[in-house]
């Protein structure tokens, strides 16, 4: 009965178009909806705008009338060694040098109202992060029943939609303490009853798999020491053909599902792999991340069928618009690239710095830099902007599309783009 009711529920949320994880209903950064504005201010389409509190990055996470966030309260420590490139935005501090908590927050999309706020404290050694980032950068995800957090700590935990705890674990204490350089970053990734957990951190890499209603450990397979990184898994087929997909430092790595094993490992890897693949038509498409990135389409059975060696994105992730690979850089250059052979149809320097990976509804592209200027792009081989907006606030995280609007979280505000 349990599985009938979850099986409508995702039904339910697919026709009303929800966001229920990062990067979207089907982990690639589109969304089937229509209509969706392509025009806003700060002042202008925008149906409430929230104030937040503490520091984020993570991407909105929508489920009806559920807008759900993690946060960090408290500042905690910065990495010395961190640097943002030219132009970049300054990193956002609260002053609040006091002990660091996390929250998970439930917003109501019909007006921005704060539901509740589920908030514990930070437990264990604090890593320090990169100015960019925090320790509530990872996005949670949710199945309709029930909303998932991972913190930089390790620690996570499951809420109903009140805000009650259902299970707590903390990743960090009982199988290893985090440890890597700026800050964990990968989100929890949520695939029928299974929640996985990547953890590419040098001391011991491995990935976890949790049953979702209780927390327990269903499996656990290590992935040898030096390895980073800082990109979330998905899913990929059904049944037998069903794959784990993971940018690694190594390559993309294609992994059983059931047991973590490797299948096949593809592409170039990169020494700092951030950036989430997409699938789409039998076809992975990949930027793995770190400067100057390669990017490339690869074949379900590992072959590459073809490989740019570099211009790809440090830190975003590439998206798939009707056949052609979206790409925005930390040097405010973005490019569209044909999806069939990698060949450049267009390169242009926008402005500012891309962090926020790109997403996409109705025929539009939106691009969204750290100054919180969105472009949003007609799609198609051409270059065609159809708009140019400014929200005028620090914005790393991705945008959300969920039921006609658009959702951007700022340094500052959630904003509910659209109409109510």
Known sequence: MMKLWLLLLAAASAQAADWPQWRGPSADGHSPETGVPIRWSKTENVAWRAPLRGLGTSTPVIWGDHVFLTSQ???GPFEGRSRDFENATTAKRTGDTGKVHFAVQDFDRRDGRLRWEHVFEADGVLQPVH????????????DGERVYAWFGTGQAVALDFS????????????VAPFDVLWGHGSSPALHKDTLYLLCEHPPGAYLLALDRRTGKELWRAARGKERRSYTTPFVTGEGATERLIVNTANGVEALDPADGKVIWRAGEGVKVPVGMPVFHDGMLFVSPGYVSSPYAAIRPDGSVAWEVKTGGPY??????????IYMANERGVVSAVDARNGETLWRERFGGVFTASPVSAGGFVYLVNEEGDAFVLAAGREKKVAARNALGERTLASPAISRGQIFIRTDEHLYCIGKR
Request: proline letters at 3%; charged letters at 20%.
């Open 73 to 75: 309260l408290g500042d």
């Open 131 to 142: 100015a960019k980032h925090n320790l509530a950068s990872p996005s949670c995800v949710t």
């Open 163 to 174: 805000g009650k705890a259902i299970w707590r674990r903390h990743i960090g204490k009982e």
């Open 315 to 324: 830190i975003s992730s590439v998206l798939f618009e009707q056949g052609v």
